[in-house]
Structures are given as C-alpha cells and as structure tokens.
C-alpha cells in the first residue's frame, strides 16, 4: 500500500471514534484531509465541526460542514488529527502544517484525541523530525538560541524566501537533531521560554487512541 492509501484508511477507520449528533475537533495536515472527506460522507450525522487551522475550515466548509468557533464550544467528545512522530505510549511531535497552536487548543477542549497516522510515523524516540516551536516574531532570535542551548540546531521556516507566518502570525522555529527522552518535561522547559507560543510536542496532553495504517491493516494503539 502507498503512503496515501495507508492515510486513506486510517481516515476511515475514525469515523467510528466520530460522536452522532455532536460536534467534532478536526486536525490539519493530508492526513486530516482525508479525515474530512471521509466526514462530508457522514456530515448529516454530525452537529458541526471546529477547526485547528484557516485550510481545515476551508475544506470542511467546502464538504458543507458548518464550522463553529471554538469560542462557541464548551465540550466536545472527540479530536482527530495527525501526527509527524507517535511514540506507543502516545507522545506526538506535530505542527509540520504549522499548525500546533490551534491544534493544541482545540485538543484541550476535547475528551479524547485520536491520532490518525500512517506506520511510518511510530517511532520510540521522538526527535528525528525536527520538532516546530511557534514563536513571537521579535523573539525569534532569542528563542533560537536558547533552544540551540538544549541541543538542537533551531531553524527559521521559510516560504518563497520569507519567514512562514502562521494563521495566528507568528513564526516557526524547527529544532533539528532533538533526541527527546523525556517528552513531558521537554514540553515543559520549551513552553517556558519567553517569546514561545507553543512547542509542538504532545505530551502533556498526547494520544488517547492512535490508529496506525500498516500492511497488515489498521493497527490500534490505547
Ligand atoms: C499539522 C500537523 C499534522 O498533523 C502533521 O504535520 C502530520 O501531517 P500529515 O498528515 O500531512 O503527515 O501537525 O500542523
């Protein structure tokens, strides 16, 4: 099976974790893409949706999914998104799309997160993929130093030769070469740093379920 057809079913097989006639949290990336086609397909069954990012909305609203702000919601059952690297115990690196912050949001607002991933993205140390720190664009220099000074070597994101701006305007710091033994307090020491918005490390709050698309089928990790 390719890459997009490993996504394709993982996509599938949360629309089982989709609660009837509530509201569900909606993640960013191609893999969350195929979430959400999947979701147009059942959208009747479905109260509304509430976006992590500007391009999530977009599609959702496109299917015809009404896309509430999260400011309208208290409650809702269930999250579902991708990640960039997963651990067996649940601990993400996400915000490859730039998109952690309101991921991280939203997520707090639901009782469960399912991460939909292809196999390739388990690994049992987090960190050979560059972990996204979202920053203050005056603090980016700070910040990058002080990242630099745990070990990594942190990199401006880019895009046609200009900082990416994030949909809440701020910049992304990726921190090359991390080996995060300890996501927990990692999350915990980056998130101190003056001038952070949010690291990309989900570990305080991590995976409740994650259904991995392997050869063999879809495999469930809780
Ligand atoms: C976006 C994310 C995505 O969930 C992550 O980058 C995985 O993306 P994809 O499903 O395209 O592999 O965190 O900010």
Same mark, same amino acid.
């Given at each position: #099976?390719t890459q997009?057809?490993?996504?394709?079913?993982?996509a599938?097989?949360?629309?089982?974790?989709?609660?009837?006639g509530?509201?569900? &949290?909606?993640?960013?990336?191609?893999?969350?893409?195929?979430?959400?086609?999947e979701?147009?397909k059942?959208? !009747?069954?479905?109260?509304?949706?509430v976006?992590?990012?500007?391009v999530?909305?977009?599609?959702?609203?496109? !299917?015809g999914?009404?896309?509430l702000?999260l400011n309208e919601?208290?409650?809702?059952?269930?999250?579902?998104? *991708?990640?960039?690297?997963?651990?067996p115990? *649940?601990?993400?690196?996400k915000?490859?799309?730039? =998109?952690?912050?309101?991921?991280?949001?939203?997520?707090s607002?639901?009782e469960k997160?399912v /991460?939909?991933?292809d196999?390739?993205?388990?690994v049992?140390?987090?960190?050979?993929f560059?972990l996204?720190? @979202?920053?203050?664009p005056?603090?980016?220099?700070?910040v990058?130093?002080?990242?630099?000074?745990?070990?990594g070597? =942190?990199r401006?994101r880019m895009?046609? *030769?200009?900082?990416?701006?994030t949909?809440?305007?701020?910049m992304?710091?990726?921190?090359?070469g #991390?080996?995060?033994?300890?996501?927990?307090?990692? @999350?915990?020491?980056?998130n101190?740093?003056? &001038?952070?918005v949010? $690291?990309?490390?989900?570990?305080?709050? &991590? =995976?409740?379920? /994650?259904?991995?698309g392997t050869? @063999? *089928? $879809?495999?469930?990790?809780?």
């Amino acid at each position: #099976m390719t890459q997009d057809e490993l996504k394709l079913v993982v996509a599938q097989a949360a629309i089982a974790y989709v609660v009837e006639g509530e509201i569900v &949290g909606v993640g960013t990336g191609s893999t969350a893409n195929f979430f959400i086609d999947e979701l147009a397909k059942i959208k !009747h069954k479905v109260k509304a949706a509430v976006a992590s990012s500007e391009v999530t909305a977009a599609r959702l609203r496109s !299917h015809g999914i009404t896309v509430l702000d999260l400011n309208e919601v208290t409650s809702m059952p269930v999250y579902i998104d *991708g990640a960039d690297e997963i651990t067996p115990q *649940g601990a993400m690196i996400k915000g490859g799309g730039a =998109a952690l912050t309101r991921e991280k949001i939203v997520a707090s607002v639901a009782e469960k997160f399912v /991460c939909i991933a292809d196999g390739s993205k388990l690994v049992d140390v987090l960190g050979k993929f560059p972990l996204p720190v @979202e920053v203050i664009p005056m603090s980016h220099a700070v910040v990058a130093r002080k990242l630099n000074a745990l070990g990594g070597e =942190a990199r401006l994101r880019m895009k046609d *030769g200009e900082p990416l701006l994030t949909d809440n305007g701020n910049m992304i710091l990726d921190v090359h070469g #991390m080996q995060i033994l300890d996501p927990l307090t990692m @999350e915990a020491e980056i998130n101190n740093i003056v &001038g952070v918005v949010t $690291v990309g490390l989900f570990a305080r709050q &991590g =995976a409740n379920v /994650c259904l991995l698309g392997t050869a @063999e *089928g $879809v495999k469930t990790l809780q």
